[in-house]
């Protein structure tokens, strides 16, 4: 199949289901404030517990994409803890799926 095979039924496809194109500019749309992607490591901490050791895969101004090198924080508020400059945010976990979770800050 060609691209113009693809672009065609896509064409079809949009005119059959007007709402597929309309689910993708919301999700695209949806975020606040928009993430840059990035590959900065950090250190998920709270009172009492271990620090866990994450990857930053995406960041904005209100939230984040965060890998885990190893287990889900059992808690649904941490404060995230930059390794390059030690800056610390305060976070509310939006979602999760392993091995990433998204975080709010607040």
Known sequence: ??????DGLR???ARIDPVVDDRRS???HRRKAPRARTLKSAQIVW???????????N???SGACLELRGAVPPRNTFDLVFDADRSRRYCWVAWRRPPRMGVKFR
């Open 11 to 13: 064409s079809a496809v």
């Open 47 to 57: 009172l009492g517990g271990d620090p866990i050791a994450c990857i930053v895969r």
């Open 26 to 28: 919301a999700k695209v």
């Open 59 to 61: 960041l904005s101004e």
């Open 1 to 6: 199949m060609t691209d113009s095979d693809l």
